[in-house]
C-alpha cells in the first residue's frame, strides 16, 4: 500500500529508523500499545515496546554504539557494559530516545526474550501493510490474546477491539485461543 | 460512598466511537493516516516543547531526571 510522505508521523520515523538499525543486530518484534496505533487506534503512548533474541555482550555493545551514531541514546546509562549486565540479562528493560530532546518521548522499550512465548513471537514474526512501516510485528492474533488474557487494562481491551474490528473476517480465532492458553501456562501459572 | 461513586468514567458512547474509528480505518486504508497525524505529531512535540522550557527552567534537569526515573 502505498503511503504519502507527508502521511509519516514523527512516531513511524521513530521506530522505522531504529528498527532499521535493530535489524542488522537480533531479530526483533515491536509489540503492545503502538501495534494498535499503528493500525489507526487514537491514544497516546510514551513508550514503544520491543523484545529482542538475546545476543552477546559483544554484539549489544555493537548495537549500542550504532543506535548512538544513528541518533539515539539511552535513558538509563552511556555504559553498553552497564547496560547489558544490570539490565538486560536481568531482564530489565532498557530505555532509547532521540538524542537533544531532554529525554522527551518517543521511546523505545528494549527487552530480551524472557520465554518460549517471546521467543514463539518473535519467530512468527511479520510486518503488517496496513501500518504502512517497514517493521515486524508480533502477529495481530498474538496481540489480542495477549491484550485480551494477559494485560486486561480498559486501554487493551480497547486496543484488541480496534484490531478485531480493523482485522475482521481475516482473523485466525483459534490460534487466539491457543496463545491465550499459551499465556495462562507460561506466565499467569507462574 | 453511593454507587454512583463508583459508577464508570466512559459511558457506552464511548466504546461505540471506538468502533465506529475502527471501521472507518478499516474502510478507508487510504485515507486515515492523515486524520491521525497531526494528533500522534501533537503529542510529540507538546512533550518536546514541554521538556525543553522544564531544562530551562530553575531545577528543571532535576526534575526530567524525576520524570524519566533517571539518577544523577
Known amino acids: 500500500m502505498e503511503r504519502k510522505i507527508s502521511d509519516r508521523t514523527i ?5 522505522e529508523d531504529f528498527c532499521g538499525i535493530m535489524e542488522k543486530y537480533a531479530p526483533y518484534i515491536v509489540c503492545s500499545g503502538f501495534v494498535a496505533i499503528a493500525h489507526g487506534r487514537t491514544r497516546g503512548t510514551e513508550d514503544v515496546d520491543m523484545i529482542i533474541e538475546p545476543i552477546t555482550k559483544t554484539k549489544f555493545i555493537e548495537l549500542h554504539k550504532t543506535l548512538i551514531r544513528g541518533g539515539f541514546q539511552c535513558i538509563q546509562s552511556d555504559n553498553p557494559d552497564k547496560l547489558y549486565i544490570d ?15 531532554n529525554f522527551a518521548p518517543p521511546e523505545m522499550e528494549v527487552k530480551f526474550a524472557k520465554d518460549e512465548l517471546d521467543r ?20 495481530i492474533e498474538s496481540n489480542i490474546a495477549f491484550k485480551e488474557e494477559y494485560l486486561g487494562a ?14 475482521r473476517d481475516k482473523l485466525d480465532e483459534d490460534k487466539i485461543k491457543k496463545i491465550k492458553r499459551e499465556i495462562i501456562l507460561f506466565r499467569k501459572s507462574k | 460512598m453511593t454507587a454512583e461513586k463508583f459508577a464508570p468514567i466512559r459511558d457506552k458512547t464511548h466504546k461505540e466511537q471506538i468502533e465506529r474509528w475502527a471501521n472507518f480505518v478499516r474502510e478507508h486504508p487510504d485515507k486515515w493516516k492523515s486524520e491521525v497525524k497531526p494528533f500522534i505529531d501533537g503529542q510529540i512535540i507538546m512533550a518536546r516543547r514541554f521538556y525543553k522550557k522544564l531544562s530551562e527552567s530553575e531545577g528543571g534537569t532535576q526534575k526530567i ?5 533517571l539518577k544523577l
Open chain 1, 154 to 167: 480498559e486501554k487493551d481491551l480497547e486496543d484488541a477491539l480496534h484490531l478485531r474490528i480493523v482485522y
Open chain 1, 11 to 15: 512516531l513511524d520515523n521513530f521506530v
Open chain 1, 120 to 139: 514463539m513471537q518473535i519467530k512468527e514474526r511479520q510486518k503488517l501493510p496496513l501500518t504502512g512501516l517497514s517493521v515486524y510485528f508480533s502477529s
Open chain 1, 87 to 101: 539490565y538486560l540479562t536481568k531482564g530489565i528493560s532498557i530505555r532509547y530516545v532521540w538524542k537533544n530532546e
Open chain 2, 65 to 69: 531526571l524525576e520524570l524519566r526515573n
